[in-house]
């Protein structure tokens, strides 16, 4: 392996003094197992596996802050099927826990969910790596020596993806790192000068360097952006729809190796953006003009922006990232003429027919909204597959709506914050008085239908469209107890519903809405 030439004096990557004996071959036997470390704290295991397998205990914690934050999240899978603090993935490209099983002799149930497991199997693959690389005794005490095994472990097949993991990697180590895991340890990682020994990934271009197999190296479509293509099988070329809204993501996975994951044939998912947390740098993966497949139903008119993270860990959602992702956002609705509402920028499970709870109750949507426009949180979303019984302690996109329609109603629940208080519940039980319903102070379906329909009483039927459909959508949605697509146009679907729901309330099932249905959704039924 070429390298540059540099003294063979180094400074150690850390002392891990007499408790830690260094082993001189890359496995070990079950004395040296999880099961001996499991009352380490998350800094013993570090020490331990670094020692146990000859790799620098800086460089380990480096590559956990940057994949997990030092954050397990309870066992379960990234976006790529990745586990635990570093991220052992188990996919049909790469088997990085399959391969820390065979070297440690853990289980993969074991390196899913135990740390110091996860961490010790990390430690196995990246010497295996290193070992397979040619670095000797000397190269291993140097951790400017470690790139390429980085690179690889990065377990991206596009060398600009994988020198960005690594890239990212060192950057940790230069500026060091203090993370509190969730048992509250505190982990720190101390800035250190260290010169990252690339090798043959010296002349592998940068992303920011034109490391890019298309034309250019910066997007075209936003001119801030990186650009680094997703495979042609993870989206669809061209638009069915105009483009109309914009669907706010969280990776639950690294940024590299967000961007890796679109690069693999066998995903079937992209974005068009992708967001880092440390600093707001973007990188385009699919062209605005093409379909991304990253929000089921929502592909076809909507850009879909991911943000590197993970839903249950707000450490994720710097500043940075809010006003990166918020200038983009900006500019999207500027060229595309979209609304700068909470209508038309929405969260991945506000989407209809989704399944997913992205971007969570830790995204901060007044301050991104407020960055977005100035609006001061936007319009809230009203627009759900379903209408989740709501109550006192309950949290999330659905209060806000709810908060929102009460005080539309003049029902003061205060301001709309997305948390159930005791404002709220008092506004719900005067709301429930009014509409002679009982008065529990839950929103349940029967509120839910009140407050959505609330209004004027247009006469609607097939053909028609616009803002009276969409409330008409959403309170038969609630009504019904099943999903009525909410797009503002009166289609058989709709009409069917209208039917249905008519039938239901002993109404003239005639599919046309006029003043007794409303009447009946308005008061509960």
Do not use: C
Not at 131 to 150: F, K, N, S
Not at 265 to 282: K, T
Not at 463 to 477: E, F, H
Request: hydrophobic share 35%.
């Amino acid at each position: 392996m070429h390298r540059h030439p540099r003294s063979r004096t180094r400074t150690t990557a850390l002392v891990l003094g007499t408790a830690f004996a260094v082993l001189s071959t890359g496995t070990a036997g079950p004395s040296a197992t999880a099961a001996t470390a499991a009352h380490d704290t998350v800094s013993h295991s570090f020490a331990r596996a670094g020692a146990e397998f000859d790799v620098p205990r800086d460089l380990l914690v480096a590559i956990g802050y940057g994949e997990s934050r030092l954050d397990p999240h309870g066992g379960r899978p990234s976006h790529a099927n990745g586990y635990g603090m570093m991220h052992l993935v188990s996919n049909p490209r790469s088997h990085t826990l399959e391969r820390a099983a065979e070297l440690t002799g853990e289980t993969p149930t074991a390196l899913r969910h135990d740390t110091a497991a996860n961490i010790r199997g990390a430690a196995a693959v990246l010497r295996s790596y290193a070992d397979r690389l040619g670095l000797d005794a000397d190269d291993r005490d140097d951790a400017g020596a470690w790139y390429p095994v980085v690179a690889e472990y990065s377990g991206s097949r596009n060398e600009s993806t994988a020198r960005l993991y690594a890239d990212s990697v060192y950057d940790f180590l230069a500026h060091g790192v203090r993370a509190t895991t969730t048992a509250g340890e505190a982990v720190t990682l101390r800035p250190r000068a260290v010169r990252p020994d690339r090798g043959r990934y010296a002349d592998v271009p940068a992303l920011d360097e034109g490391g890019s197999a298309a034309a250019g190296t910066l997007s075209t479509d936003y001119p801030p952006a990186l650009w680094a293509p997703a495979n042609s099988g993870n989206y669809t070329v061209g638009r069915t729809s105009a483009i109309s809204a914009i669907v706010v993501h969280v990776t639950q996975g690294s940024y590299a190796g967000s961007i890796s994951w679109f690069q693999n044939p066998d995903s079937n998912v992209s974005a068009h953006y992708v967001i880092r947390s440390s600093d707001g740098q973007v990188t385009q993966t699919v062209r605005d003009k093409d379909t991304a497949y990253h929000a089921r139903s929502g592909n076809p008119y909507s850009v879909g922006i991911e943000h590197e993270g993970y839903v249950d860990n707000p450490a994720w959602f710097t500043d940075a990232m809010y006003r990166s992702s918020a200038a983009l956002t900006r500019h999207l609705a500027d060229k595309y003429g979209i609304p700068k509402d909470r209508a038309h920028i929405v969260g991945h499970s506000e989407v209809p027919n989704n399944d997913h709870t992205d971007p969570g109750p830790n995204w901060n949507w007044s301050y991104y909204m407020q960055l977005v426009g100035g609006s001061g949180g936007g319009t809230a979303n009203l627009d759900f597959p379903s209408y989740d019984t709501l109550r006192s302690g309950s949290t999330g996109p659905q209060v806000t709506a709810a908060q929102t329609l009460l005080n539309a109603q003049g029902f003061s629940a205060g301001t709309a914050d997305g948390v159930f208080g005791t404002r709220t519940v008092t506004a719900v039980k005067a709301f429930q008085s009014a509409r002679g319903l009982s008065a529990d102070g839950v929103v349940g379906r029967q509120t839910w239908t009140a407050l959505l329909s609330a209004g004027t009483k247009p006469v609607l039927r097939e053909g028609s469209s616009g803002a009276d459909v969409r409330r008409l959508q959403r309170s038969l949605t609630a009504a019904l107890s099943r999903t009525v697509g909410i797009d503002g146009m009166f289609g058989s679907g709709t009409a069917q519903a209208v039917r249905d729901y008519q039938s239901s309330r002993a109404l003239t099932a005639d599919g046309i809405v006029g003043t007794a249905t409303w009447t009946a959704l308005q008061s509960g039924r």
